[in-house]
């Protein structure tokens, strides 16, 4: 079945630093990919939604200069946190769509700011 | 405006007992997809079922079942003899634009399930 890799799993940032975090489609090709995030006991809320080779369209009140998503090939897609800080702090997980694969999730990056 | 409400935020129960999960949902588009999804504690989030708006048929496969009832907007999950693996927290979600695949997801609240031995 269709495989969605992201790394890291967790990472722990010093505030004003930059993480990028990365997800790739292993076996098929993610025509568009999600980007979600999810605060502690709450639901995923959508970031962005990127195309490949297309600027991510950013849902309300995502600061796009601060989230900044590179889906440049039909396999990788990126989630770069500029300037990082403790209120930054979540679980971030993408979701990648192919041709004809439904939503397949990536495992998620759980990002501390300390 | 697309939307999903699962009412029950937290259920628990001793293993063994049927629970149901409830979803309910709004949309304007004459063709949807709704799926459930189990998020274990360690975060990922696993796919168990999707169904489009044509298919009323109610599912199951092993001890969990699905009910989808278009009249009242609804699509509620059973999980039959509950087992201590199920624990977990448990999302609806629709997807927008009519398409399995291209629209964003809509989730619901979550809602989490405790089962005691």
């Known amino acids: 079945g269709a495989v969605v890799s992201q790394h890291p799993s967790w990472v722990i940032c010093k505030s004003g630093t930059s993480v990028k975090i990365e997800c790739r489609s292993l076996?098929?090709?993610?025509?568009?990919m999600f980007w979600y995030r999810q605060f502690p006991k709450q639901s995923l809320m959508l970031m962005a939604t990127?195309?490949?080779?297309?600027?991510?369209?950013?849902e309300q009140g995502v600061e796009k200069d601060k989230f900044l998503i590179n889906h440049a090939s039909l396999t990788l897609s990126t989630l770069t946190v500029t300037s990082a800080h403790p209120e930054d702090s979540s679980f971030y997980i993408c979701?990648?769509?192919?041709?004809?694969?439904?939503?397949?999730f990536g495992s998620g990056t759980r990002l501390t700011v300390v | 405006a697309q939307k999903v409400t699962q009412a029950q935020t937290e259920i628990s129960v001793v293993e063994k007992e049927d629970v149901t999960l409830d979803c309910v949902y709004e949309?304007?588009?004459?063709?949807?997809?709704l799926f459930w999804y189990k998020q274990p504690p360690s975060g990922e989030l696993v796919f168990l079922i999707r169904?489009?708006?044509?298919?009323?048929q109610n599912e199951i496969s092993g001890r969990y079942s699905w009910n989808f009832q278009k009249s009242t907007s609804s699509f509620n999950f059973t999980i039959t003899a509950s087992q201590v693996v199920d624990s977990a927290v448990y999302f609806c979600?629709?997807?927008?634009?009519?398409?399995?695949?291209?629209?964003?997801?809509?989730f619901g609240q979550g809602t989490t399930l405790q089962v005691k031995p």
């Open positions: 949309t304007r588009d004459t063709t949807y997809y």
């Open positions: 169904r489009n708006s044509f298919d009323e």
């Open positions: 979600a629709l997807s927008e634009g009519g398409s399995s695949n291209t629209g964003k997801l809509i």
């Open positions: 990127s195309n490949e080779g297309s600027k991510a369209t950013y």
């Open positions: 979701s990648a769509t192919g041709p004809i694969q439904s939503y397949t």
């Open positions: 076996d098929f090709q993610a025509t568009t």
